[in-house]
């Protein structure tokens, strides 16, 4: 059974950090490539950023380019997303995500985490 459990949201104030983890457990990890997807309040589920499976491949959306860094520890089975320079419109749900293909599609995710709240206060 596939578990991703993400955990490090919480309430900051504008132009604050956070780093999320998500913690990953029946699959091979270093298998799959890994993203982050997010859910503000009436909108849709948005891509954030994806990390290919060795790491060395990083895609961003554009409204989070320079501010968000993905990054993985394969031997821990967790990815990670380093939020600085937070703004009010980055507030949302933050999913991790086990990608089927690597692209930017919900519709290609395998797995989702069950999502961890981030309030960004202005």
């Known amino acids: 059974q596939v578990q991703l459990v993400e955990s490090g949201g919480g309430l900051v104030q504008t132009g604050g950090s956070l780093r999320l983890s998500c913690a990953a457990s029946?699959?091979?990890?270093?298998?799959?490539?890994m993203g982050w997807f997010r859910q503000a309040p009436g909108k849709e589920r948005e891509f954030v950023t994806r990390?290919?499976?060795?790491?060395?491949?990083?895609v961003s959306g554009e409204s989070v380019k320079g501010r968000f860094t993905i990054s993985r520890d394969n031997a821990k089975n967790t990815v990670y997303l380093q939020m600085t320079s937070l703004k009010p419109e980055d507030t949302g749900v933050y999913y991790c995500?086990?990608?089927?293909?690597?692209?930017?599609?919900?519709?290609?995710?395998?797995?989702w985490g069950q999502g961890t709240r981030v309030t960004v206060s202005s």
């Open positions: 995500a086990v990608l089927r293909l690597f692209n930017s599609r919900s519709e290609d995710v395998r797995y």
């Open positions: 029946g699959l091979t990890f270093s298998s799959y490539a």
């Open positions: 990390i290919s499976v060795s790491g060395t491949t990083k």
